[in-house]
């Protein structure tokens, strides 16, 4: 294969077939593709480059308290304290170091997303229509085209069949452009280019046949960067919001170092001593730790969720989903399998399950012709196509058609045989309705009731004649269908006048209805306990679909949406006469939206936000963008969702299913909890070491515990303890749970009550066990010793209090395979507690003495006595409520 000399839309299709060494009938044979594989590479856009791992390490560093402590550590360096600058230098850094990890780790779970989100594409190998994954397309694959799929790659058209598509991510036009064969001039515009179809715009109409010309990179939207490589940001409100508080606590951390080293001179200490405390309190009231433990729990959280089939595109969303109130879900692939099945087929004035007919061809004369014809008619009029291993490929609405003529023993290929298709008017969601034409005068038409009934003045009874049409018993049967949430198809029969060619003109005349069959999409089970699971946790959920009212209200009440004895419903017709005060007053109470146009969704995001709701709303479309974008977490279907829906979306379902959504919502809500957690967990640590340290300054004692000694404190508590509650698993609390206020702050006075208790707790540790023993022992090195294991191990009682393990008991090997974060924190600080104090180096570097048997059993008295502080602690700020949630 050559590349093409000249642009394809300039030469015709034959030219550009040929050039491309193809067949238009046939398609490429399967060795040819891996020849091609090889030369030109996959069909897929190349990832954007990872941020350098350098420069994810420099970032770290962009945060006011790290960078004042890199300046403590280098005033200490210039007064000759080499010690002290190279512990606050190293607790930056492994920080830094730790951060960057995580980081990594968000950055490739997002640029995973390319992976995540591919299209499935019909297209010719060999002379067979195989459904492949788009990624397997080469120059010169042959691809058919139809209504609501996405084109996957740039392609030349040789047949199309009222096709239109929408270019408007790639051209900015808004209008569906009609497209033709016919070749154009070298100056032709992008946006004018009719006998081309582009790689990621959305077929809104017709059907089409094309030859790939460009795969991957090398398409237009590849050369101009449109689709997924899109910038991966991690600052986020809450980030913004902790750098907020990081510049207010540094100063106020500032001004009170100013305020104990002017104090102790005043009193007549000696300045150097006066500035290692300034330098003690800095250190030990800055969380230095925090920047780095923020995001560590939103890339977990990333992480957590992408393994769970949601990736998150835009990281504010994590944050967001532990808030959201309401859930606006389509139906089609989200609630339901995406899987038609014809239940029950209606003909002759007979209504009755499909599994309870029995095989044509075994039937004898006692059939019901109108039935066989409608079941025909199902199977002719319909673009659906045998594909390998039995199984049918194409739309589900016609695949099911095809799979119930087949179940009553009637087969596809011999019934083409006998009736070939000469001409065809596709499906059009204007008209509701597609015909073809069979040999020269039949001609099958299958669409909306409406739009078939209106086009019959007889119907077909059980012998083959033509009687009088009873609308009023087929609408019986439509609402007998549609009541039990089947979607209803007509079907009629019309004969032509020896026409080669179908228009619809020849759609006005005199048809016989056939019959109908009506078909569900069954409800995913998942979906179902996903619904009941949202409702638990006060998360109202509400069905917005294109289907009609009644199959609308027949499916929520299958999913348990609304209240169990009625569901509220509106249509699309009532919704557009409500003006937005109007819509806004009464949108809380509908629980169903049916026959809901596109653009209605924003309308209803705007009225539920309006509310004060917090709003998540799926959406597949070109047309949903503006309703993702407004909603605070927009969700595209990463299987059937256009480009455009992906692009405007937050969060990407790489299953399409309802159950997904749910469990982002609760991996979000664990992201907040293990957020608070951290925060509840470090924060008196550096409250309670900085108080010591001013207290001291202020009553003129020997400081309790020195400037190396409090880093190492921040060091233990951020690289064993703190990490460990980043790594909590979903507490099965969560979605028992009132959604969080989305305006609540995350230092909420509940928080701060918390804090200050332990804080003041773990001052009273350090200074008890500090005077004691300095009065008792006369040595300071060993007080200070006393002092830091005294806090760190009252400190692991409070770990695991605050953790999912105070209810975890009693302990099984399960349970630490599953949750070891934790227990692997509290071993890990044992055995660093014992090298602080028991080991000679470390004695010599941080100013430590070795303790007894009886001197560690003082220290860890400290430990029973936290145990009632915790529960202190979780009756003034409970980190899990239990409210009542509130069903929507």
């Not at 991510?169 to 001039?185: H, I, N, W």
């Not at 539920?608 to 993702?628: F, R, S």
């Amino acid at each position: 294969m050559q590349p093409l000399l000249t642009p394809a839309y300039v030469s015709s299709g034959g030219e550009v077939v040929a050039a491309l060494e193809t067949d238009a009938k046939r398609g490429l044979s399967p060795a040819e593709v891996q020849r091609r594989v090889h030369q030109v590479g996959t069909n897929r856009l190349s990832p954007e480059p990872l941020k350098p791992l350098w420069l994810r390490f420099l970032q770290q560093f962009d945060n006011p308290l790290l960078i004042t402590l890199l300046l403590v550590g280098a005033v200490k360096l210039a007064m000759g304290d080499p010690q002290d600058a190279l512990v606050i230098i190293s607790v930056t850094v492994i920080n830094a170091v730790i951060g960057t990890v995580q980081e990594g780790k968000a950055e490739s779970a997002i640029a995973a997303l390319a992976d995540s989100v591919r299209t499935d594409v019909l297209v010719l190998r060999d002379g067979a229509a195989l459904q492949l994954d788009s990624e397997a397309l080469v120059p010169g694959d042959v691809v058919q085209l139809e209504a609501g799929c996405k084109v996957p790659a740039d392609l030349r058209l040789l047949q199309v069949r009222s096709l239109r598509t929408d270019e408007s991510a790639l051209t900015g036009e808004s209008v569906p452009v009609e497209k033709s064969t016919g070749a154009l001039q070298l100056e032709a515009p992008l946006a004018e280019r009719s006998c081309m179809a582009y790689a990621g715009s959305f077929v809104t109409a017709g059907q089409g046949t094309g030859v790939v010309v460009t795969t991957g990179d090398a398409t237009e939207v590849g050369q101009i960067s449109v689709a997924l490589n899109q910038a991966v940001s991690l600052s986020t409100p809450l980030t913004r919001k902790l750098v907020g508080f990081s510049r207010t606590l540094l100063r106020l951390i500032v001004l009170l170092a100013i305020f104990t080293f002017v104090v102790g001179l005043a009193k007549g200490r000696d300045w150097a001593e006066m500035f290692d405390g300034a330098v003690a309190l800095a250190v030990g009231a800055i969380p230095e730790e925090l920047p780095a433990i923020v995001t560590i729990i939103l890339a977990i959280g990333v992480h957590r969720m992408a393994r769970r089939r949601a990736i998150i595109r835009k990281l504010p969303a994590v944050e967001t989903l532990g808030s959201t109130t309401v859930i606006c879900s389509d139906k089609t692939g989200t609630l339901t399998q995406n899987r038609m099945t014809v239940e029950h087929v209606y003909a002759a004035g007979i209504l009755q399950p499909l599994r309870d007919l029995w095989p044509m061809d075994d039937a004898g004369k006692g059939v019901n012709l109108a039935l066989q014809e409608t079941l025909l008619a199902g199977l002719l009029c319909n673009d659906a196509q045998a594909g390998s291993d039995d199984q049918w490929v194409g739309d589900p609405t016609e695949t099911a058609l095809l799979a119930a003529a087949h179940s009553v023993g009637m087969n596809h290929r011999s019934a083409h045989d006998q009736h070939p298709r000469r001409d065809v008017i596709p499906f059009e969601s204007e008209r509701q309705y597609m015909a073809t034409l069979h040999g020269s005068e039949r001609i099958l038409l299958k669409g909306s009731v409406e739009a078939v009934l209106q086009r019959c003045s007889h119907a077909l009874d059980a012998q083959g004649q033509r009687c009088v049409l009873n609308a009023e018993a087929i609408q019986a049967a439509v609402s007998a269908m549609a009541g039990q949430g089947e979607r209803v198809l007509a079907f009629a029969i019309g004969l032509g006048a020896h026409q080669q060619r179908l228009e619809h003109h020849h759609l006005n005349g005199d048809f016989t209805f056939l019959g109908l069959q009506g078909m569900q999409d069954p409800p995913r089970p998942e979906a179902i306990q996903a619904v009941a699971a949202c409702r638990a946790a006060g998360v109202k959920v509400k069905l917005i679909t294109g289907d009609h009212i009644q199959t609308a209200i027949a499916i929520a009440r299958l999913m348990g949406i609304g209240s169990p004895g009625e569901v509220q419903a509106m249509d699309g017709s009532a919704l557009a006469a409500l003006s937005s005060d109007a819509l806004a007053e009464v949108v809380d109470s509908v629980d169903v939206f049916a026959r809901v146009a596109p653009a209605q969704k924003l309308q209803l995001v705007e009225a539920l936000q309006a509310n004060g709701e917090v709003v998540a709303m799926t959406g597949d479309g070109v047309n949903d963008a503006p309703a993702l974008k407004q909603a605070d977490i927009g969700i595209a279907m990463g299987r059937s969702g256009t480009e455009v829906a992906r692009q405007a979306a937050d969060m990407l379902l790489t299953d399409d299913n309802f159950a997904t959504i749910e469990a982002a919502v609760e991996e979000g809500r664990g992201v907040y909890l293990n957020l608070r957690k951290t925060l509840a967990f470090v924060l008196p640590v550096n409250g309670g070491a900085s108080m010591t340290i001013l207290m001291a300054g202020l009553l003129g004692t020997p400081l309790p515990v020195s400037a190396l000694q409090v880093l190492w404190l921040n060091m233990v508590c951020s690289l064993t303890m703190s990490i460990a509650l980043a790594f909590e698993p979903l507490s099965p609390a969560l979605m028992s749970q009132a959604p969080r206020q989305p305006e609540e702050p995350l230092l909420n006075p509940a928080l701060i009550r918390r804090v200050i208790l332990v804080s003041l707790f773990n001052w009273c540790v350090i200074f008890g066990l500090f005077f004691w023993a300095q009065h008792q022992l006369g040595d300071l090195q060993l007080a200070r010793t006393m002092a830091v294991q005294g806090l760190v191990l009252s400190h692991l009682v409070y770990l695991v209090a605050i953790s999912h393990w105070r209810q975890v008991w009693p302990f099984r090997l399960r349970d630490l395979r599953q949750a070891p974060a934790v227990p692997l924190g509290v071993m890990a600080t044992f055995a660093l507690q014992g090298l602080f104090s028991q080991a000679g180096w470390m004695n010599a570097f941080f100013g430590t003495s070795p303790l007894n048997g009886s001197l560690l059993a003082v220290c860890a008295l400290p430990m029973l006595l936290m145990i009632p502080v915790t529960r202190c602690a979780e009756w003034l700020d409970p980190m899990e409520r239990r409210s009542p949630a509130t069903l929507g």
